[in-house]
């Protein structure tokens, strides 16, 4: 009776240790790194995802890093950095050679404006003024020159100010160190209240992608788990923020997240809507006219299809769960 009595204890105890250490294991989640241009709306699903625990339930930790893109591009190159939010600057970077691939869509369609002061009233009065830009072979770099050309306004007859991340492109509207800028929601519709010029909306131009996730080949092989941790957290995040039903509470957390009226994020959240991939996708067609304009923008010869720019499989993984 002693001994099973002792059994029992014993019994119990390594329960009690297994359940422990279970409850610590799911404690500790993969910190991750990426990088982030802006605090935009089109970033915004990153911060609603970590907040609502997203992904936590996939057992990611993400570090929000504000830096330039190309900077951030170099340092996922290096190991610096696990992932980078800018598809724009990785593009450029594939049609060098860098090895790395997009793996999920935030967006699949620009929802950036080129924002004027208040005397400018159309893109044909920029010839001449400088403009600012995140940086010159990304997207808003790309989308902004695409703008100017279509208005006749070739290479050299404005310059693009690189400026590294929105906060800085705000900012230099302002203080009129520049004549305009592209930026995306909610900053527009700020600017818009404020008196300052909507000039034209970079979907207009080039179906260029701005935000998503971006890894590198190099990741991809030695921590397959941050990858399909990331992938299935934003995949998740993005199907409740589609969601119609959780519409009321997603623009209430815009409201706090930027701090402005519920009327004002309404208004930029139904533009930023526009932009949003429905599935963590963009269409090959798409793709295919994206890579023409980078092509053509950056000089580059070489063919490219969008397999050379994407790695999909990760996605469709997270998908069938």
Do not use: C
Request: no cysteine; aromatic share 6%; hydrophobic share 45%.
């Amino acid at each position: 009776m002693r001994a099973w009595r002792m059994i029992g204890n014993l019994l119990l105890v390594l329960s009690v240790t297994a359940v422990a250490q279970s409850a610590q294991g799911a404690a500790a989640p993969t910190r991750v790194s990426i990088h982030i241009p802006s605090r935009s709306l089109s970033i915004m699903p990153y911060y609603f995802g970590k907040d609502k625990g997203f992904f936590a339930a996939e057992q990611i930790e993400p570090q929000l890093i504000l830096m330039a893109p190309p900077t951030a591009i170099a340092a996922m190159v290096a190991g610096d950095l696990d992932f980078s939010s800018t598809t724009g600057a990785a593009t450029s970077a594939i049609m060098r050679g860098v090895p790395i691939r997009r793996v999920f869509y935030v967006q699949q369609d620009p929802v950036h404006v080129l924002m004027g002061q208040p005397e400018i009233k159309s893109v044909a009065e920029l010839a001449g003024k400088t403009i600012g830009v995140n940086a010159l072979t990304d997207a808003t770099g790309m989308s902004t020159a695409a703008i100017l050309r279509a208005h006749g306004i070739e290479a050299g007859k404005a310059t693009l100010l690189a400026l590294q991340v929105t906060d800085n492109m705000m900012k230099s509207l302002i203080s009129r160190r520049v004549a305009a800028t592209i930026l995306p929601p909610p900053y527009v519709e700020e600017l818009e209240a404020k008196g300052y010029v909507k000039l034209a909306e970079a979907r207009t131009y080039a179906p260029l992608s701005f935000i998503g996730l971006v890894s590198s080949i190099e990741t991809m092989k030695k921590s397959p788990q941050k990858v399909q941790g990331m992938i299935a957290a934003l995949h998740r995040t993005m199907n409740y923020i589609l969601n119609p039903a959780n519409r009321s509470e997603v623009v209430q957390y815009v409201s706090a997240y930027h701090k402005i009226d519920l009327a004002l994020a309404e208004k930029a959240m139904a533009a930023q809507m526009l932009g949003y991939s429905k599935d963590g996708t963009k269409p090959r067609a798409a793709v295919e006219k994206e890579i023409e304009i980078y092509r053509e923008s950056l000089k580059v010869a070489k063919t490219f299809t969008p397999d050379d720019l994407e790695d999909m499989s990760w996605l469709r993984k997270a998908q069938t769960r």
